[in-house]
């Protein structure tokens, strides 16, 4: 609870400040990264004219898309500013796990240790099994105050709830390979590059190599059929992804990052 008292100050002035973007710092104080983009997003796209008809028709059973224009999180972008975050959280611990495709590890460290020391560029020498990265295990007691300012996609997989997964993480990191339930993720500050697979086409990785490391070894390798799906997300721009599909992501930048779980 006190990160609840902590942050309701941020939150009162939300009502009157001006836009974010008159008062916050540029990338709300997260530092740019020089990892680069994929030459042509692959992943569909669609903005604000999806009804929620087609997208269970055409999307949510079958194919990844990028959906920008469906929601405005503005108020929630300028609460998770460097700045913000540590003045609310920054005594607060937060749980982070090692950046392979099992995260076996976990390590419990306060907000401030990891922003002020671990939050830095993937050293690409560094297998993910050595990697630590804050992405879930939230605790709901310290940041639900902060998920309340959050709207989420408006569609739904019918049968399913809601669970969020909020993450800050470095330049060249990111998870390898892995699969799980469906879901949203949108980017609040930074950029995240994603690689995606249907269920049925298993990617070629180790599990223990970071995503950045299979960029610059395998990908390069990979004949055009054998590529995945990829698509770079900006701040504002959510990716569904569906039911088991394969996916890897790889932070262009320090990215701030909330992901909605269909369970």
Not at 3 to 16: G, V
Not at 39 to 59: G, H, I, K, N, P
Request: glycine fraction near 8%; hydrophobic fraction near 40%; aromatic fraction near 14%.
């Amino acid at each position: 609870m006190a990160a609840a008292r902590r942050l309701l100050p941020l939150l009162l002035p939300l009502a009157w400040a001006r836009p974010a973007a008159c008062t916050d710092p540029p990338g709300g104080g997260w530092l740019a990264g020089a990892v680069p983009e994929e030459q042509q997003c692959t992943v569909e796209r669609a903005d604000a004219s999806l009804t929620y008809s087609l997208f269970l028709q055409r999307f949510a059973f079958s194919r990844p898309v990028v959906l920008r224009g469906l929601t405005d999180n503005s108020a929630f972008r300028a609460l998770c500013t460097r700045e913000k975050l540590l003045a609310a959280f920054g005594s607060s611990p937060v749980r982070l796990s090692t950046a392979n495709t099992y995260s076996y590890r976990k390590v419990d460290v306060p907000f401030t240790e990891y922003v002020e020391q671990l939050l830095e560029p993937q050293d690409p020498a560094r297998l993910g099994s050595d990697t630590l990265y804050f992405f879930g295990d939230n605790n709901l007691t310290e940041w639900g105050p902060l998920f309340q300012q959050y709207v989420p996609p408006p569609f739904r997989i019918p049968g399913t709830s809601l669970a969020y997964s909020f993450g800050i993480a470095g330049s060249g990191s990111g998870v390898p390979f892995h699969w799980h339930g469906p879901g949203f993720s949108e980017v609040i500050f930074g950029r995240k590059r994603w690689f995606l697979y249907p269920p049925d086409k298993t990617p070629h990785f180790h599990p223990n190599e970071t995503t950045l490391a299979w960029l610059q070894h395998t990908y390069p390798t990979l004949p055009p059929a054998e590529r995945p799906l990829e698509c770079t997300l900006r701040p504002g721009e959510v990716l569904y992804f569906p039911d088991r599909w394969w996916h890897a992501t790889l932070n262009l930048d320090t990215s701030v990052f909330i992901s909605t779980f269909l369970g």
